[in-house]
């Protein structure tokens, strides 16, 4: 259940497509024609120059979204794979997300930088550019920026010893971040309902740096529905949805510990990547981080057949 993500702050959506448009309204109320966000690295200047001006002045990342729509694949496969990032490959990647601000922490750098996101691509897509790789079975492996913009967000509740679960782990590679965060003494759960995807996170996370923990018992993956969490290792700290959900799932409030936190896109058309918070006393605060664009959190037939 690895997802398609992409932060739109800053810009218009096409509702039948993935389309990134540039937003010149400064109305706040959402409809197919206009969407507006709260500033971010990836939003447009605030500024009264032309929708020409702000294209070009928008983070790098959304200005190749817009062309991966309007130029021919042939000048696409140039574009991506004769990037900076590429030529410097996994540490050229960490490198240009902290120049953006995407990447604001030493310690989410240090482990991007460990874990090769190049073990975790299926062979012949361009690993180290900024975009979400197809998978196989109606999924992909996300975008660089929301890897990071996650851990960011769950740095504090993946400090060592602690629990974290990944819900919708595809490929591993987030799973196998979380690990090398919460340490041998934590635990990094994986739960991923396509089980040639289990099997193939796990030989990846067998060549990265995280194989030792995988085979100390603190990394598992487990082929499971990810809406109802795994229970056995619950409570947990942090939990990461790589899924969109219509509502946050019970199964999942239930697992998050007093004083975690989950990560979690919510929506169908329209979806709000929400920072959920348990607070010590059982209360929950929940709070719209960025807009966003994910594969439905849906069972796994239903996957198969989209």
């Given amino acids: 259940m690895s997802s398609v993500a992409y932060i739109l702050r800053g810009c218009r959506a096409s509702p039948s497509s993935s389309l990134l448009l540039p937003c010149t309204t400064t109305n706040t109320s959402r409809s197919f024609s206009a969407l507006s966000f709260s500033p971010s690295p990836f939003s447009f200047p605030s500024s009264s120059s032309s929708s020409s001006e702000k294209l070009h002045k928008v983070h790098p990342f959304l200005r190749m979204e817009v062309l991966r729509f309007f130029l021919p694949k042939r ?10 990032i590429a030529k410097t490959k ?5 490198e240009h997300l902290k120049e953006y601000g995407v990447i604001k922490s030493k310690k989410v750098a240090e482990v991007m930088e460990t874990i090769d996101r190049g073990l975790f ?33 769950l740095e504090e509740h993946l400090q060592p010893g602690m629990r974290a679960l990944d819900v919708g782990s595809g490929t591993g590679y987030l799973t196998a971040c979380f690990a090398m965060m ?4 934590g635990r990094a759960i994986g739960i991923e309902h396509i089980p040639e995807l289990v ?22 993956v487990h082929a499971a529905d990810g809406r109802l969490g795994w229970p056995e290792l619950a409570p947990y700290d942090a939990i990461h949805v790589g899924a969109a959900a219509s509502e946050i799932p019970p199964a999942l409030l239930e697992q998050l510990k007093p004083g975690g936190r989950m990560v979690i896109p919510v929506g169908n058309i329209f979806q709000d990547l929400k920072v959920v918070d348990k607070n010590l006393d059982g209360s929950i605060n929940i709070r719209n981080e960025a807009s966003v664009r994910y594969v439905p959190l849906t069972s796994r037939a239903a996957q198969l057949r989209e």
């Fill in 182 to 185: 919460v340490g041998p003494q």
């Fill in 121 to 153: 691509v299926p062979e012949g897509n361009p690993a180290y550019v900024d975009s979400p790789m197809p998978i196989g079975y109606n999924a992909t492996i996300s975008a660089p920026h929301m890897h990071a913009s996650c851990l960011e967000l």
């Fill in 75 to 84: 000048f696409i496969r140039h574009f991506w794979t004769g990037s900076s």
């Fill in 90 to 94: 996994n540490k050229g990647l960490v």
């Fill in 199 to 220: 099997a193939f996170s796990i030989d990846n996370i067998n060549k990265s740096a995280a194989a030792p923990l995988l085979k100390g018992g603190s990394l598992s």
